[in-house]
């Protein structure tokens, strides 16, 4: 239902936009964004009004076609020569392999504000109606009366921000002690009732399966699966600390030149900074930077301490070193 | 031209349809190489990048070993499964005429046709707990999906055609006055089955398991959705290997693939090998 309720609004989305740049199409500068799975509704929203927004400021009609997938994958087919002119992704490793490769500028993070990211999010947990286990914070996953429900950090950018999270939090409570840690992960790790490979699969293992007691994600997808599936049916726990997630966005120069859309895409990149940008995406459950709209949605995004990936281990590169490639720490806490 | 092209057709040799052994064996061999050596041989290359120490580091990992183990127990489960389910389907679909045979008939290839993550998306919601058979079998204490059970299943879904379609032609080809002669011989119904049917159908449904299981080693799609990847416990070797591409290391992906590679050759081989001894022994003496 979510996924068809989603599909519809899509179409009538996309429908929308090509009949509003139909007329002039022929001739129409075309700019691709390569885009994360579940952002597919979330431009399929941004792009129409952004067409209209650089119609008004340019006098020029431009369309925008979207690719969606996994962030990795999409970052690979950019590698293997697919034009996309700006990428918008979930992972800041996912760009920097672009950026290593020379197709997007080594400074890419600080050509645009916040490192980049027009927007942002966490990780909060989906509890079934009451929440009668009492979920407050990431304590009580370690529990052993609770089963949890999020993706294989193996193959899910998702799920590595779920584990770090967990991991920044059991360092703050156990004051950095080693051996408390790792017992702390080994038991929240333990508690995981289904490994999916990706964030869709965890959601239809939680809704639709009924397995487990909390459903971890982010912020923005937890609030939407809510909204999608039933107000009444489930809670949105965002716990009092937990992870920053950013939501990069880039120039892929390289193809923007090439296709004669470096000012597009930059302007497209612009218009996610603009109070209209913004809205649209807070509309989407994700927290953004703009003053007045951030007061305008201050309900919705309780206060909670954000921890960076940066703080907890350093940097994804070390992330990944340490923590999730092939025999590192998340292989050793899962060994038996 | 039409001489020698006569001469053929009386020669000893029979006429073939298709032109020239030289060319059709040259077509053959290409295409072979494109789509099946080719692709083989990248992946001996990317072992090349590892040293012998390296690749059996990889190989013996404690985790992947245990998924070495629920992918072949559950493969061979599904096998053995489908080779009597598959026998009897081939056996009513060639011996009896009833109306809708020919819809079961089709009805066996759609493991083939249909995507397989269709397959393992639909088993997963039929056998979780609160789906239609979970809920009718999580009583009986008999959990299906997101155990080795569940995986059984959605290998034994995937490749039920590889007996059926196996089998039938063999049994097709076997007129019923064969049983009729068994009987009229003084054989009882078990004997004939036992004495006469079965060792017809013997290679092709050695064959048939063969494949199956084989298949079944290799399948993803189908199995991610109903297995719940649990280290250790229901991790299948596939997802081993989807993990190390993920990681971008196509090296590490390779050595757990060959092991898997290595198994099916060496199965098929076997199957092969003997099913010569067999026919041979079959017909021989007389043959």
Redesign the interface.
């Given at each position: 239902m979510y996924a068809l309720k989603r599909f519809h609004r899509a179409v009538v989305a996309i429908v929308l936009g090509a009949s509003l740049t139909a007329p002039a199409m022929a001739s129409d500068r075309e700019l691709l964004n390569s885009s994360y799975d579940i952002a597919r509704e979330l431009f399929s929203a941004i792009n129409p009004e952004f067409q209209e927004w650089w119609q008004a400021e340019h006098g020029e009609s431009i369309a925008v076609q979207q690719s969606h997938g996994g962030s990795?994958a999409q970052a690979r087919s950019i590698l293997q020569g697919l034009r996309a002119d700006v990428v918008t992704y979930n992972q800041v490793t996912d760009v920097q392999v672009l950026a290593d490769a020379g197709l997007v500028d080594e400074d890419w993070q600080e050509q645009f504000d916040n490192n980049a990211s027009p927007y942002y999010s966490t990780t909060a947990f989906l509890v079934r109606e009451g929440n009668p286990k009492g979920i407050e914070n990431w304590d009580d996953l370690a529990r052993d009366d609770v089963s949890l429900v999020f993706p294989?950090p193996?193959?899910s950018g998702n799920a590595r921000y779920t584990y770090l999270a967990a991991w920044g939090f059991a360092e703050e409570a156990f004051d950095g002690d080693e051996e408390q840690v790792h017992d702390f992960m080994r038991t929240f790790l333990r508690n995981?009732?289904?490994?999916?490979?990706g964030g869709r699969?965890a959601t239809?293992s939680f809704i639709?399966?009924?397995?487990g007691d909390v459903l971890i994600s982010f912020e923005s997808e937890v609030n939407n699966i809510r909204g999608e599936y039933g107000e009444d049916d489930y809670e949105v726990i965002v716990p009092p600390i937990s992870i920053l997630a950013e939501f990069p966005v880039a120039v892929v120069q390289t193809n923007a030149e090439r296709n004669g859309n470096d000012d597009l895409a930059r302007g497209y990149l612009d218009y996610l900074y603009t109070e209209e940008g913004q809205r649209l995406l807070a509309g989407f459950n994700y927290r953004v930077h703009h003053e007045a709209v951030v007061e305008e949605f201050a309900d919705q995004f309780p206060e909670t301490e954000l921890m960076r990936v940066e703080d907890i281990v350093g940097s994804w590169e070390e992330a990944m070193d340490a923590h999730?490639?092939?025999?590192a720490l998340l292989?050793q806490l899962?060994?038996? | 031209m039409s001489t020698r092209s006569l001469s053929i057709g009386i020669g000893s040799t029979p006429k073939r349809v298709l032109p020239g052994f030289g060319l059709s064996l040259g077509i053959s061999l290409t295409f072979v190489s494109l789509v099946l050596l080719l692709p083989l041989t990248g992946l001996v290359g990317q072992l090349a990048d590892l040293s012998l120490a390296q690749y059996w580091a990889i190989i013996s990992d404690g985790r992947v070993v245990a998924s070495y183990i629920v992918t072949i127990g559950a493969a061979a489960v599904a096998a053995i499964v489908n080779a009597a389910f598959g026998l009897l389907l081939a056996w009513v679909l060639v011996r009896y005429e009833f109306p809708g045979k020919r819809l079961l008939d089709a009805l066996m290839d759609l493991p083939f046709a249909l995507p397989t993550a269709v397959a393992g998306i639909t088993l997963a919601t039929l056998y979780s707990s609160n789906g239609w058979m979970g809920r009718l079998l999580e009583p009986l204490g008999l959990q299906v999906a997101y155990t080795w059970v569940g995986i059984a299943l959605a290998m034994a879904f995937t490749s039920i055609p590889f007996v059926v379609r196996t089998v039938q032609p063999v049994l097709e080809d076997m007129p019923v006055e064969v049983d009729e002669a068994a009987l009229t011989l003084g054989a009882s119904d078990g004997t004939a089955f036992r004495r006469v049917i079965l060792p017809h159908l013997w290679p092709a449904l050695v064959t048939g398991t063969g494949l199956a299981f084989v298949r079944s080693l290799g399948e993803f799609g189908a199995i991610i959705f109903i297995a719940g990847n649990m280290p250790y416990e229901t991790e299948i070797t596939s997802l081993m290997i989807f993990v190390r591409l993920q990681e971008y290391d196509y090296a590490g992906a390779s050595a757990i693939a060959s092991v898997i590679l290595f198994v099916s050759l060496a199965l098929l081989l076997a199957i092969n090998i003997w099913q010569g001894r067999f026919i041979k022994r079959l017909h021989g003496g007389r043959g």
């Open positions: 990795s294989n193996k193959t995981v009732a289904v490994f999916d490979t699969g239809t639709e399966r009924g397995i999730f490639s092939g025999g292989d899962q060994r038996r | -």
